[in-house]
């Protein structure tokens, strides 16, 4: 196996006895389970270092999993010249203040106009690990969702990036709205999160999904409003909005898991990515970043400020 193309988790307790896919698939965030039977079916996953052969295999305790990436894939996604506020960036990896309203890659509906198109213009290449549709993507957040990601520009920051995401180790904390007052300071919501079986465009809290545990605290109470401080402990698609939603305080300005009516004429939710920790996947070195949400995040909380 080529080690530097490698992620490892060790299996413990709370997965022991489950089968191979859906257990690598919650521990290795930025993978499917569709995307993890692929590896497992290409030979691209071990045991212990013995080539996992099904699926459907039950992991022990202790075992030692390995997923080998596979091969890069030529990036095919066009170079944009399109605005970018670069907050950090060195010959291994970029740290970009990604504007509300951009889609971070190409995809379905999204040919063009991606923070990817924008990074490889800037960047001239970025790691190749996701292929044609996420160069360089380590982790994302929504469209309508403003803040910090860190991007790879080459194959061995990606994995060492990738391998901090799989682990837990980076440091992700949001700011975000919520309706209504909250009963206490902080708390943590732990539930599983997985497609919404009566509207599969939806994420749910769901029986069997992957787990999801999102720690939030109070930052400002307003007259039925509250500014939360979020963080992350694991990094699920919507995984906050699914979470704060789960809990009765959906995000203002979130028609998808809150009210369709909503005040202000927000377009999107009240949602920042506001703090991203993590060490550099060549040096080592811890670095930690910090952007203010943008103008229209900071407006609102004015007239939250002034509400009656």
């Not at 075992?63 to 894939?73: F, G, K, Q, R």
Request: charged share 25%.
């Amino acid at each position: 196996m080529n080690e530097e193309a490698t992620v490892k988790f060790l299996i413990d307790e709370e997965h022991a006895g489950l089968r191979a896919d859906g257990v690598l698939s919650q521990l290795f965030e930025e993978a499917s389970r569709s995307y993890v039977q692929k590896l497992i079916a290409g030979g691209h996953v071990f045991c212990d270092g013995t080539p996992l052969l099904s699926k459907k295999e039950k992991l022990k305790q202790g075992s030692e999993i390995t997923i080998e990436l596979p091969p890069a894939v030529p990036c095919e996604a066009m170079p944009q010249d399109i605005p970018l506020d670069i907050v950090y960036e060195d010959g291994d990896l970029i740290v970009v203040n990604k504007p509300k309203g951009m889609v971070v890659h190409p995809a379905a509906g999204n040919a063009d106009g991606t923070l990817v198109n924008g990074l490889l213009y800037h960047c001239g290449a970025l790691s190749n690990i996701n292929g044609v549709e996420r160069p360089g993507i380590v982790h994302r957040i929504d469209k309508d969702t403003s803040g910090l990601l860190v991007c790879a520009k080459t194959d061995a920051a990606h994995r060492g990036l990738a391998q901090q995401m799989a682990d837990h180790a980076c440091t992700r904390q949001y700011r975000g709205v919520v309706f209504y007052g909250m009963k206490e300071e902080s708390g943590t919501v732990d539930a599983p999160i997985g497609r919404d079986p009566s509207n599969r465009l939806r994420m749910a809290v769901v029986p069997g999904g992957r787990r999801a545990v999102t720690h939030w605290r109070v930052s400002e109470v307003f007259n039925g409003f509250t500014e939360i401080r979020a963080r992350l402990e694991t990094g699920r698609t919507h995984q906050i909005r699914v979470h704060m939603a789960s809990i009765h305080h959906p995000l203002l300005g979130d028609t998808v898991y809150g009210p369709q009516k909503q005040p202000y004429s927000l377009q999107g939710q009240m949602l920042h990515a506001e703090i991203l920790g993590f060490q550099h996947p060549v040096t080592g070195q811890y670095m930690e970043f910090r952007a203010d949400p943008p103008q229209e995040y900071l407006q609102t909380l004015e007239k939250l400020r002034n509400r009656k």
